[in-house]
């Protein structure tokens, strides 16, 4: 029986759109202390958003101005620089000012080649270029910013809020900024400690991952931390990169069409809201290289580890005539999922009071990954670790994953107008509901090096 599902999708979100225009396009306002000016061209600007590696957006602009003014005025403050970004998407305008660094410019203006001309001269020579990167002013006041003490009766969910909440009230508020706010999805450790010690030495961006590397642990599947403009709000977001249940839990949702290079080439409406959810329609750039079975036999899916806290409570068995140990108490085996034979290959952790950190690296190796590319995306519509259903045709036919969002590259280019999207997400390597088989599917995490080729 053939199925419609992917045409259905992409007739609904083109007439979702009636026409409306999706093109992209941004303004800029080039700043110092005692001067602001009009960036009369912005070239291009190019984000890239590493969920999993990194905390911010690496924002990079190209854009001209007159050679002379950039000579005589804002080279000469270039330590002090800020820019101011204004980005027009479909309706809505979004403005957010950062601290610029630059990058690369003509080397002539560096060497001093121009320095004995006047302005006017050289502003009649024409424009010069300047490539920069946009640095957050939010995360230029947190960066430095430390945590620590010493919380009672806690959980890491207590210490969590409290502290990224505290350090994100206490950045100075500027021009244009948003409201700010933390979003952290629910850890799976619950546990209330009697103690949860934070040394001074750890700062706030880097507190989920002392607390979930160190001694207590905060989700089964790792821990991510990114700083993100959402809704006209800054949130720093805390979640889970590699749960299988990232689904559920996002505020969020993300629905992805594949759909062949040529359809998407001829469409200028490719997304549309449906509730929380986000629906897209991409092509894939690559295949997955997965050997299914295979690939769970050789990367195992189980880990084993010894419990510490264990052996504070009598492991042993004592009978009349000897002591055993109790085996069952000081280890802990956690199986993500069976093989078909049953065959179990299991990681050998350790000893450690944290099962959290050593289930993670268990669900972070039953993964594989795929980009996507989105064309006249809103990227701005994404969060970090969004869940995600993906839908591609194969040679059983259309089957359905659960998924994670790892990464995106964003690029908009101001001559035609169009943002593009390339997007890393990430799916169990043995899942998957297909229209002939039917089947289960799950959400996990991506490799360390899927960001490598940023």
């Known amino acids: ?191 209330k400690y009697e103690h949860i010690l934070v040394p001074d030495t750890v700062h706030a961006l880097d507190l989920p991952s002392f607390l979930h590397h160190g001694s207590y642990g905060v989700y089964n599947g790792g821990v ?16 889970p990169l590699y749960r299988k249940d990232m689904l559920r839990h996002t505020k969020k949702k993300l629905q992805i069409t594949a759909v062949s290079a040529a359809t998407t080439g001829s469409l200028d409406c490719t997304y549309g809201m449906d509730g929380d959810m986000l629906k897209i329609l991409v092509s894939a750039l690559n295949e997955s290289t997965s050997k299914g079975e295979a690939d769970l036999k050789n990367k195992g899916s189980g880990v084993t580890y010894t419990d510490t806290e264990a052996l504070l409570t009598r492991p042993v068995k004592v009978s009349e005539t000897k002591v055993e140990t109790k085996k069952d108490n000081l280890k802990r085996t956690f199986v993500h999922k069976d093989t078909k034979d049953k065959s179990l290959k299991k990681e050998q952790y350790g000893v450690t009071t944290n099962g959290y950190n050593a289930r993670s690296s268990v669900l972070k190796s039953d993964s594989k990954f795929i980009q996507v590319q989105w064309n006249f995306s809103n990227a701005r519509l994404l969060i970090p670790a969004m869940g995600l259903t993906y839908m591609v045709e194969e040679k059983d036919g259309i089957v359905t994953y659960d998924g994670v969002l790892q990464a995106v590259h964003i690029t908009t280019d101001n001559n035609s107008k169009m943002e593009v999207a390339v997007l890393f997400i990430a799916i169990e390597l043995n899942s998957g509901s297909s229209t002939q088989t039917g089947g289960a599917s799950g959400v996990t995490g991506i490799i360390d090096k899927v960001m490598s080729i940023f």
């Open 1 to 191: 029986m053939q199925d419609f599902r992917i045409n259905a999708e992409v007739l609904a979100i083109t007439a979702a759109a009636g026409g409306q225009d999706m093109g992209s396009r941004y303004e800029g306002v080039v700043h110092t202390k005692s001067d602001d000016a009009f960036i009369q061209t912005i070239e291009y600007v190019d984000i890239k958003r590493d969920y999993n590696s990194n905390v911010s957006d690496v924002t990079t602009v190209s854009f001209l101005m007159p050679l002379g003014d950039w000579v005589h005025g804002f080279f000469k403050e270039r330590d002090n620089l800020e820019i101011t970004l204004t980005a027009h998407t479909v309706g809505k305008v979004v403005k957010q000012r950062f601290k610029l660094l630059v990058m690369k410019m003509d080397p002539g203006i560096e060497q001093g080649h121009y320095d004995d001309v006047d302005i006017q001269t050289l502003n009649k020579k024409g424009m010069t270029n300047i490539i920069g990167q946009c640095l957050s002013k939010t995360i230029e006041g947190i960066r430095d910013t430390t945590v620590y003490g010493v919380f009672k009766d806690a959980t890491v969910a207590d210490v969590l809020n409290g502290q990224l909440t505290k350090a994100m009230n206490g950045i100075a508020m500027f021009d244009f900024s948003f409201k700010r706010n933390v979003d952290i999805i629910s850890p799976n450790n619950s546990r």
């Open 224 to 239: 991510g931390t990114y700083v993100q403009v959402v809704d006209d709000e800054e949130k720093l977001f805390v979640y």
